[in-house]
């Protein structure tokens, strides 16, 4: 039956086609289907569309030139296929995909095209933005010099990230990966920055459940989720990045600052294999098509600091990746990393034996993001890092067995102590000046005798003392951004105070 009908419509076409020898038909704005499946349709006419113009077929339903061959136009399908048949006509709409923009997507959660999916009916706003939009030129940049805060101890004083980076979030499955997207977001509560999640390929539970987390964490009122689930067909995973992107333009040229997640980049490239190897273009490495670095930096490049005479605004990236057994070295992964301007690597082991967030200090990077860093983070976590790294070293040797000098100890102990104050639960994004004085607890030495187990009960009972009766420390440092030496020694002496005032019944409790 498909056979015949190919037929008649081909023999159709050639009807046409001389028809349109003999008396010109306008086949310029109006095609006829050829073919459909697997949401992709081959269109015969359309002869002027452009690369991503936006085709209305009957019902209407509608699709995006991703194709385009000397006799036929490939055009990728939103939605279902069924509704099309081969036959029918369809016309151009000289615009390219467009999405609707503004603040009434604030606490939202659209598909890939804009169509909203949470139930709450239509989204009132007039304003749309293509999808595919050049990156502004260097001229319009401005360098990246505020923080942008997590709220996650490990990210802030070792890899900070400021606002207009890109920095990428990388590791294998069940890492840990969303958990630091979705606290960074929680973190942006009150700071006057809007975000934007974008999910690509990930089951629709996830998403609802990552809903109801903004939700009660109150986030969602300054968030939009663009969702496009792993049911939904490859071209509109292909498109929910670009229009998540264009929903955080609009805002950052409206001078306002916007983080914004693609969760992940690596199920994105998947889709576009997907949908490029239905359109039948030849495969490259790994049957990837060969503008998949393309695909990546030019949705990268559109996340930057804009110059003040341009509002000031900026959209900072995470984009997450998934590696196979770590391995980083891989196509996908070793694209997105040049393309970043640094990358959080989450090792499995770390994350297994609960060194949560797993963030490897050894393989993570920020390039751009420690100029952006506050001057009082910059000089408690001096050496984070580095200590972190002679801990490791250590360790290995200390796993001989040989007998142990002093100073080897004291790096062995105090390392111990910093990871375990590094440690954090999730949906818990600290406080700038809260997450300062951990740091400066740590690195004062006046923990690294106490047991790791009862780090953490310590750490709670300083914020509480400070709270109760020294505020003004957390004053100085929110408000002054001041760290002066009569707070440390309050501080220092308050850890000697609860160091010693940790009661019998404490020590029993955290094996002290
Ligand atoms: P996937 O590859 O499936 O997308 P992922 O790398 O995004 O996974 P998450 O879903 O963020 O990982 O986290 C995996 C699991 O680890 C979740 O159950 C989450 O609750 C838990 N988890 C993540 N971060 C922490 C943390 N800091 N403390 C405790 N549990 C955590
Ligand atoms: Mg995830």
Not at 21 to 36: A, L, M, R, Y
Not at 159 to 172: A, F, S, T, Y
Not at 319 to 342: F, K, L, M, R
Request: with cysteine.
């Amino acid at each position: 039956m498909a056979n015949i009908n190919n037929l008649n419509s081909l023999s159709q076409i050639i009807k046409d086609e001389i028809d349109r020898v003999e008396h010109k038909i306008d086949t310029s704005s109006v095609g006829q289907v050829v073919s459909v499946g697997d949401c992709i349709a081959t269109i015969y006419g359309l002869e002027e569309a452009m690369y991503g113009e936006l085709i209305v077929f009957p019902g209407p339903s509608y699709g995006m030139v991703m194709n385009i061959e000397e006799n036929s136009i490939g055009v990728a399908l939103f939605g279902n296929d069924t509704n099309i048949k081969e036959g029918d006509l369809c016309q151009r709409t000289k615009e390219v995909v467009s999405i609707p923009v503004g603040d009434a997507l604030l606490g939202r959660v659209i598909n890939a095209i804009g169509t909203p999916i949470d139930g709450l009916g239509k989204i009132e706003t007039t304003t749309t933005r293509p999808v595919e939009l050049q990156a502004p030129q260097i001229m319009d940049r401005d360098k990246v010099n505020e923080p942008l805060e997590t709220g996650i101890k490990a990210i802030d004083s070792m890899i900070p990230i400021g606002k207009g980076q890109r920095e990428l979030i990388i590791g294998d499955r069940q890492t840990g990966k969303t958990a630091i997207a979705i606290d960074t977001i929680i973190n942006q509560k009150d700071k006057n920055v809007y975000c934007v999640y974008c999910a690509i390929g990930q089951k629709n539970s996830s998403i609802a459940q990552i809903m109801n987390k903004l939700k009660q964490h109150d986030a969602l009122k300054y968030t939009c989720i663009v969702n496009s689930s792993a049911s939904e067909p490859s071209p509109m995973q292909y498109i929910a990045p670009y229009s998540a992107v264009s929903i955080a333009e609009y805002w950052m040229h409206q001078g306002k600052d916007v983080l914004i997640v693609y969760d992940d980049l690596s199920k994105h490239a998947v889709a576009y294999r997907t949908l490029l190897l239905l359109l039948r273009r030849s495969p490259g490495r790994e049957a990837y098509p060969g503008d998949i670095f393309y695909l990546h930096s030019r949705l990268l490049e559109r996340a930057c600091k804009l110059s003040k005479e341009l509002g000031g605004g900026s959209i900072t990236a995470l984009p997450i990746v998934e590696t196979q057994a770590g391995d980083i070295s891989a196509y996908i992964p070793t694209n997105i990393i040049s393309i970043t301007d640094g990358q959080l690597f989450l090792n499995t082991d770390l994350f297994n034996i609960g060194q949560r967030p797993a963030i490897d200090s050894n393989l993570s990077v920020s390039r751009v993001g420690s100029s952006a860093q506050t001057k009082i983070m910059k000089e408690v976590s001096k050496n984070l890092r580095m200590q972190l790294a002679s801990y490791h070293e250590m360790l290995d040797f200390s796993r001989f067995g040989s007998d142990l000098d002093k100073s080897t100890q004291k790096i062995l102990n105090h390392g111990a102590i910093l990871l375990e104050v590094l440690k954090q639960k999730q949906y818990m994004p600290l406080k700038m000046s809260q997450e300062i004085i951990d740091i400066y607890a740590v690195q004062s030495g006046l923990l690294d005798d106490v047991n790791a187990n009862s780090v953490h009960h310590i750490l709670k009972l300083l914020d509480n003392a400070i709270r109760t009766h020294h505020n003004y420390i957390y004053e100085h440092i929110e408000n002054d951004k001041k760290f002066t030496d009569e707070d440390k020694n309050e501080i220092n002496e308050l850890i000697n105070t609860i160091k010693k005032n940790i009661d019998e019944e404490d020590l029993t409790k955290y094996g002290g």
